[in-house]
């Protein structure tokens, strides 16, 4: 269904719209599957990229559930919790005909004051106490009838991850009004939240938890001393360390076979259309755009799902949280915060999802900086470039009897990139700081406790992501893949020509045009060739060097990889080879990322900017690196 169908808004013959609503990590996204049936559909709402998913009610086809961004209240500033809770406003549309609150059983104080402020809407609502069977399990007993009658709602205590825990609040929704004929002004109501007093608020709130709570919950010893163990300055730095080298290890090692395996469908697909169909514009379109477009996208489709599953699986466990405490010190000194800390490690595998996963920071400088600095992380697609130009000057051997030079090499560059990432942020922080607009507040939040993952819920949500990237970073490779392919095809070769067909190509004239101006970089003609593709996608660049220096007919990308090493090691040098390293540090040359920041930031100027700084960091570092290695090499 498109994004039109979904238009929220229906007149009186149209679906009821029941909004869920809940705080991050209640088992919302799980009690909503399950309501749902998990045929949900997901669109954008109405002049924002974020995901709005959308599921029929299993008891009743006419009432359409919404499953809005979590939030732990309606006075928000983040992008994702501002839609939340616009869409209770009716800020698209009509407001939802009901609410069904979801709030964490086991971390109720977190979560009360939102249903106190959804109160003040005025509209039906259930209320789901979730994870009831983790509360009880830990000596905590919640008076649910008291609650309901403090509330003057239905308020039910829920196991999402249980068919049959869920069947109270199902009947609870089944019994909604299904419409509602009040009416909110959208203006109104925002002035009414934002004149709650808070400290009254949190004074409801210890009132009625004293009323409700009948026994405090004991976390189990273990539950204590891990707590303390994780969170420890020290040891739980040492912790979260080991689980992200396990983590970048599996995202390397376990995606390999797989990326290996699809790489070579992707291959034999083109070798097979090519012997198939005669030589010409239709053969070469197919399989060096529209094949080679959608191979550069999924081959490495498995390192981001590897690295979803594992962000997935840490958040659902309760630890993720626990490490954007951890880092909330460190991080605070280069103006951002533990908010950062997930955007920028999704930075390693790709940097779409890291300026996606931006929207949930509250504070807009912040979100701004992390999306800025997130292409400065290394991310997969830099991968075959960093191993084919260290393959061809890095010795391989052994430092101090134990570390791989080339591997020393590549660690070297991961950590040059983390650095400039750290500066940079430090840097913005100075530069709004001298301007006045630095607010830092300290991370205020109540950790979840650790509990079991939910497989089912990890599955649903994967699934998710890795249909999103997809869908936004996909087609925007394929696009760009095919458009270039114009470029580098047309027009082509003369009779009697020598060299490459790519150099008497668009591109190659436009190679040759550049090439003054990256000269004191070093870089040749060919470079700046390769580097035209490259826009599109890092990891292409390595096929575009082949098809160049014209080695790449016919061959794998390993193929392309191993003929082109001597060719690096002979003609480009050191101070070549490390000049164009340190470019793609920095260059911002993927068009994914950056129409990602256009539709994230919404503004043409500030994606212009990022990427010209980005650029000018790229070109004046790999211009010193070049000039420094030329004389003392």
């Not at 005025?122 to 000596?139: E, K, Y």
């Not at 045009?513 to 390769?530: D, K, R, S, Y």
């Not at 001597?566 to 040359?589: D, E, R």
Request: proline content about 5%; hydrophobic content about 50%.
């Amino acid at each position: 269904m498109s994004a039109t169908a979904h238009t929220i808004g229906f007149g009186e013959a149209g679906p009821s719209i029941f909004a869920l609503l809940g705080a991050p990590n209640c088992g919302k996204t799980v009690l909503f599957n399950g309501l749902t049936g998990s045929h949900a559909k997901v669109a954008n709402y109405p002049g924002v990229t974020v995901d709005k998913r959308e599921g029929k009610f299993v008891r009743d086809a006419n009432i359409r559930i919404i499953d809005l961004p979590g939030t732990y209240s309606l006075r928000t500033t983040s992008p994702d919790e501002a839609v939340a809770r616009d869409m209770l406003l009716g800020r698209y549309g009509s407001c939802p005909d009901a609410i069904i609150a979801v709030a964490d059983a086991t971390n109720l104080r977190m979560t009360l004051r939102m249903m106190l402020e959804l109160k003040t809407l005025g509209l039906p609502m259930v209320v789901s106490l979730n994870l009831s069977d983790v509360a009880h399990a830990r000596g905590l007993k919640i008076d649910a009838a008291k609650l309901s009658k403090l509330l003057g709602v239905p308020v039910l205590e829920t196991v999402a991850i249980r068919r049959d825990g869920i069947r109270a609040v199902e009947e609870a929704v089944a019994k909604l009004p299904r419409r509602f004929h009040g009416k909110i002004d959208p203006d109104e109501a925002l002035k009414v939240l934002n004149s709650l007093d808070s400290n009254a608020l949190y004074e409801q709130v210890e009132d009625i938890l004293s009323q409700v709570v009948k026994t405090e919950m004991t976390l189990p010893a273990w539950h204590r001393k891990l707590d303390r163990l994780v969170l420890h300055p020290f040891w739980g730095m040492v912790i979260l360390l080991s689980i992200l080298l396990m983590v970048f290890q599996a995202v390397y090692t376990w995606a390999q076979p797989i990326m290996d395996t699809i790489q070579g469908l992707f291959d034999s697909l083109g070798g097979w259309v090519a012997e198939v169909l005669p030589e010409g514009l239709l053969s070469d379109l197919l399989v060096n755009g529209v094949i080679a477009g959608t191979g550069s996208v999924l081959v490495f489709l498995p390192q981001i799902t590897i690295l979803f599953a594992f962000i997935l699986l840490l958040e659902d466990s309760g630890y993720l949280p626990r490490a954007a405490f951890l880092l909330d010190n460190l991080l605070s000194r280069t103006g951002l915060s533990g908010r950062s800390f997930i955007p920028l490690l999704s930075s390693f595998a790709c940097a779409v999802p890291a300026v996606m996963s931006a929207r949930t920071i509250q504070d807009p400088r912040e979100r701004l900086v992390t999306i800025a600095i997130a292409p400065m992380l290394t991310c997969s697609a830099r991968l075959p470039v960093y191993a084919l130009i260290i393959a061809a000057v890095i010795p391989n051997r052994t430092v101090m009897g134990v570390f791989n030079l080339q591997g020393l090499t590549l660690f070297g560059l991961y950590l040059a990139g983390i650095l400039s990432a750290a500066l940079s942020a430090l840097a913005l922080k100075w530069i709004a700081r001298s301007k006045g607009n630095v607010q830092q507040f300290p991370l205020l939040m109540e950790l979840p406790t650790f509990r079991m993952p939910n497989f089912k819920h990890i599955v649903t949500s994967l699934w998710d992501r890795v249909k999103a990237f997809l869908v936004r970073a996909g087609t925007v490779i394929f696009s760009v893949s095919v458009v270039l392919w114009a470029l580098t095809s047309f027009p082509a070769a003369p009779e009697g020509a020598t060299g490459a067909a790519i150099d008497y190509s668009l591109a190659g004239i436009l190679g040759h045009l550049l090439q003054p101006i990256f000269a004191p970089l070093g870089f040749t003609w060919q470079m700046c060739i390769a580097m035209i593709p490259g826009i599109a996608a890092r990891e292409v660049v390595v096929a575009a060097l082949g098809t160049v220096y014209a080695v790449g007919a016919g061959g794998s990308e390993d193929a392309v990889s191993n003929a082109l090493i001597p060719i690096v090691h002979n003609s480009w040098g050191l101070p070549t080879a490390f000049a164009f390293l340190t470019w793609y540090i920095y260059a911002p040359m993927c068009a994914a990322t950056l129409a990602v920041i256009r539709r994230e930031t919404k503004s043409a100027k500030t994606t212009a900017l990022i990427t010209f700084s980005l650029l000018g960091l790229a070109y004046f570092f790999a211009m010193v690196v070049y000039q420094i290695t030329s004389r003392i090499m």
